[in-house]
């Protein structure tokens, strides 16, 4: 059973780079796509982007311009940069793995790590 | 504001059947999947590619769509139901993914 772990700081400074890291065990990083998904308190889900493949990589664009995923194959883990980071950048920041039905181009996410809450203050 | 718009707020009776939709323009191409979120907890897929269920999702959960518009049902809804429910999909373009704002789902 595949399992997700989101680590990194807990509290980043205004306009410096929030980093993350997703640990994926019980199943291999390949072949899928691994997303990061941010939850601000007491919001709705945003969709931050993802990575595919070792390789490609898809942004939402309204942080575009701010993010950047990457994966480490050797570790299966996959990471999160995303920069010039403001308050309403606060949120809970989860990991998910995602798959696409072929047939339809319809998604899924399935499953989720715990989410890790990410405070931007100074 | 999202492509995919839920109603913010539902309640159902326990033991009664409730749905939750969401609509948007890509729901005419795509289909949605869904997701219950309880409050500290991370979201749980409960429906995808129409109405299919993950192993250990109850079967009063289903899944359906028309139009524009995606909907979950709970025929029964039990106590244990009540939670934030969240719609995604893709966009207009096809490109990006989305969620719905989510609905909270009160079980009286």
């Known amino acids: 059973q595949v399992q997700l772990q989101e680590s990194g700081p807990g509290l980043v400074k205004p306009s410096e780079t929030l980093s993350l890291t997703c640990t994926v065990s019980g199943g291999s990083i390949s072949n899928y796509y691994w997303n990061w998904i941010r939850q601000p308190p007491g919001k709705g889900l945003e969709w931050i982007g993802y990575i595919y493949n070792s390789g490609s990589t898809n942004y939402n664009p309204s942080l575009k311009s701010r993010v950047t995923i990457s994966v480490d194959t050797s570790k299966n883990q996959f990471s999160l940069k995303l920069s010039s980071v403001i308050a309403t950048d606060t949120a809970v920041y989860y990991c998910?793995?995602?798959?696409?039905?072929?047939?339809?181009?319809?998604?899924?996410?399935?499953?989720w790590g715990q989410g890790t809450l990410v405070t931007v203050s100074s | 504001s999202s492509e995919l718009t839920q109603d913010p707020a539902v309640s159902v009776a326990l033991g009664q059947t409730v749905r939750i939709t969401c609509q948007g323009d890509?729901?005419?191409?795509?289909?949605a999947s869904w997701y219950q979120q309880k409050p500290g907890q991370a979201p749980v897929l409960v429906i995808y590619?129409?109405?299919n269920r993950p192993s250990g999702i109850p079967d009063r959960f289903s899944g359906s769509s028309s139009g524009n518009t995606a909907s979950l049902t709970i025929t029964g809804a039990q106590a244990e139901d009540e939670a934030d429910y969240y719609c995604h999909s893709r966009d207009s373009s096809g490109n990006y993914w989305v969620f719905g704002g989510g609905t909270k789902l009160t079980v009286l």
């Open positions: 998910a793995r995602g798959s696409v039905d072929s047939g339809t181009g319809a998604g899924w996410f399935d499953p």
């Open positions: 590619v129409k109405n």
């Open positions: 890509s729901l005419r191409s795509y289909y």
